[in-house]
């Protein structure tokens, strides 16, 4: 896949609490991952059922809910958002949790760059960036080259799981998938096991409608 110049994030206020940036500081080797070099998912987490992947988790008091839920499994939470590093750390720390690595740097590249293919059973992709103006849509996540990496990166029969507060988001969501051939499923019920998120809470608050999307690689 090319490098993408056209960035799916925007570099949001860094203003980090002190708790955050120590645990982003002193915590770091213990939770994180460098991008520098190619991993094995299963080295990294040997018994897990299942490796998921959750790419732009915020503040990620979802991901560490979803992640002490399922303990058998083997979580990989990626963000460039460095106050979200920091909490997720503290989190994980609180819990003593070693079911989830972080990695922080652009999903593309991460994923390109160090998981193998077919490595991984699920991705977790909750309330993306929804870029509402059309001059934005070019920073979708959500599009034909992205559906193409992670396509080579789950293993057959996985999923990534989608969900957005943005109607025009979810719309354009199930056209890109429809244009693909190489998943298929559609919306959802929203699961039980998604709690919500900080950015769903917000999208609520205006009365936005949530959505679901479930595809399976074929
Ligand atoms: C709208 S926020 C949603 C955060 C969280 N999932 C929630 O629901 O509260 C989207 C997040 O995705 C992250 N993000 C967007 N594109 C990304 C990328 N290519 N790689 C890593 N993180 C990304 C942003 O930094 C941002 O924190």
Redesign the pocket.
């Known amino acids: 896949m090319e490098r993408?110049t056209i960035?799916?994030?925007?570099a949001?206020g860094t203003r980090i609490t002190p708790a955050q940036s120590a645990a982003r500081v002193e915590l770091w080797t213990k939770y994180g991952i460098e991008n520098d070099h190619a991993i094995d998912p299963q080295v990294i987490f040997p018994t897990a059922s299942e490796i998921i992947v959750?790419?732009?988790?915020?503040?990620?008091?979802?991901?560490a809910t979803i992640a002490r839920e399922f303990p058998q499994n083997g979580y990989f939470a990626?963000?460039?958002?460095q106050p979200?590093i920091g909490k997720l750390i503290t989190i994980l720390e609180e819990h003593t949790m070693t079911n989830v690595k972080l990695i922080d740097?652009?999903?593309?590249?991460?994923l390109e760059d160090i998981f193998p293919n077919k490595s991984v059973d699920g991705v977790h992709?909750?309330?993306?960036?929804?870029w509402p103006k059309s001059r934005h849509h070019k920073r979708r996540?959500v599009n034909e080259g992205f559906l193409e990496l992670i396509s080579k990166k789950i293993k057959q029969g996985g999923y990534i799981h989608i969900?957005t507060d943005w109607q025009p988001y979810a719309v354009w969501i199930q056209e890109v998938f429809e244009q693909s051939n190489l998943f298929s499923g559609g919306e959802v019920e929203r699961p039980k096991w998604r709690p919500p998120?900080?950015?769903?809470?917000?999208g609520l608050s205006k009365d936005h409608e949530v959505s679901d999307f479930r595809y399976f690689l074929h």
């Open positions: 993408l960035k799916s994030y925007k949001r959750e790419i732009g988790y915020g503040m990620g008091e979802a991901t990626i963000e460039v958002h979200g740097a652009d999903a593309h590249e991460v992709l909750f309330f993306p960036d929804p996540i969900a998120t900080r950015f769903e809470k917000k």
